[in-house]
C-alpha cells in the first residue's frame, strides 16, 4: 500500500497501546515509581529503534525466513552485553554457543555463492538493540518490579516511536532526493490513506497488543528456560508461512545457517537448565547445613 515502515510501525504500536489500557489500568500508575527514569526511557528507546530497523528490513524486500533467522541472534549478544556491562562471567558454553550463532548469521546473510545482501543487516541491527534492550531489562531487575518494567514499557514505547519517526522524517525532507530510503520515511506526513489499510493496521496493533498479553500470561507460568524452545518455533513457522503466502524459497545457504542459530540456541538452553538445576541444588544444600 506503499505506507513507510517507520509510519506503519507508529499506528501499530498506537493502536496496540489503546488496546492494552486495560493492562495498564489494572497494573496501575503507581508502579512508575522508580530510581532510574533515565534507564526506562533508554530502554524503550532501544526496543523501538528495534522494531522499526526490524520493520524497514521488510519494507526493503528482506525475504521473511532470512529476517527471523537473523533476528534470532539476540540472545548470543546478550550474552556479549551481559558480560561486558553487568560483569557475568562467559562460560565455555556460552562462548562456543556464541560463535556458532554468529557463524549461522553470516551464513544465513549469504543470498548466493560470494553474495551478501547487506540489506540482510537490518535484522542483526534489531537483534543487537533487543539485546541492549535485554541487558537493560536485567540490570533493572536488581531493583524494579516486573510490574514497573511492564508498564515504563506500555506507556514510552510508542512515543519512542514517534520520535523516531518524526527525526526520520525530518531528515528525508532534508537530504537530497535519492539519498534517504523511501521505504522508510518520505516525510512528515503520518497519515493512513484508504480504509483498507487503516483495517489491516488496526488488526496489526490487535495482533501485537493480544501477542504481549500472552507473552506476559506464559512469563507469569513459567520460567524464560522454559518458554525459549518455544520462541524457537518461530523460524520454522516464518519459513512455512513465506514459502506458502509470498512464494519466498529459503536458498540453499539457510539451511546450515539456520541449523546452527537453532542448534546454538537449544545448546545454551540445555546449557543454562543445568545451571539452574545445579544452582538450586547448592541453594538447597546450603539451607539444611544451617538447619
Not at 562456543?96 to 544465513?108: E, I, K, N, P, Y
Request: aromatic share 10%; hydrophobic share 60%; with cysteine.
Amino acid at each position: 500500500f506503499g505506507v513507510p515502515s517507520a509510519t506503519l510501525v507508529v499506528w501499530q504500536y498506537l493502536i496496540a497501546t489503546i488496546f492494552a489500557l486495560p493492562l495498564i489500568t489494572r497494573i496501575g500508575l503507581g508502579a512508575l515509581k522508580t530510581r532510574h527514569p533515565f534507564l526506562h526511557q533508554l530502554r524503550a528507546l532501544v526496543v523501538a529503534a528495534g522494531v522499526q530497523a526490524f520493520a524497514f528490513g521488510f519494507a526493503s524486500g528482506v525475504p521473511q525466513w532470512q529476517m527471523v533467522a537473523l533476528s534470532m541472534t539476540a540472545p548470543f549478544f546478550v550474552i556479549v552485553g551481559s558480560t561486558i556491562f553487568l560483569g557475568e562471567k562467559p562460560t565455555w558454553q556460552r562462548l562456543t554457543a556464541s560463535a556458532a550463532g554468529f557463524a549461522g548469521a553470516l551464513a544465513c546473510q549469504q543470498t548466493g555463492p560470494g553474495a551478501v545482501s547487506w540489506m540482510a543487516l537490518l535484522p542483526i541491527l534489531a537483534a543487537i538493540l533487543w539485546a541492549a534492550a535485554t541487558v537493560l531489562t536485567k540490570y533493572l531487575a536488581r531493583e524494579e518490579s516486573a510490574e514497573s518494567l511492564t508498564l515504563y514499557m506500555l506507556l514510552l514505547v510508542t512515543p519512542n516511536h514517534l520520535l523516531i519517526t518524526l527525526l526520520l522524517g525530518l531528515a528525508a525532507v532534508a537530504l537530497p532526493p535519492g539519498i534517504f530510503p523511501h521505504g522508510l520515511a518520505t516525510g512528515l506526513d503520518l497519515g493512513l490513506r484508504g480504509a483498507n489499510v487503516w483495517i489491516l493496521v488496526a488488526v496489526l496493533g490487535l495482533i501485537t497488543a493480544i501477542s504481549q498479553y500472552f507473552l506476559n500470561l506464559a512469563y507469569k507460568a513459567a520460567d524464560a528456560i522454559f518458554l525459549q524452545p518455544f520462541d524457537d518455533l518461530k523460524l520454522p513457522i516464518n519459513v512455512l508461512c513465506g514459502w506458502v503466502l509470498l512464494s519466498q524459497i529459503p536458498t540453499l545457504w539457510f539451511w546450515p545457517g539456520a541449523a546452527l542459530i537453532l542448534g546454538a540456541s537449544l545448546f545454551l538452553l540445555r546449557q543454562e537448565q543445568a545451571a539452574t538445576r545445579k544452582a538450586k541444588i547448592v541453594s538447597m544444600a546450603a539451607s539444611a547445613a544451617r538447619l
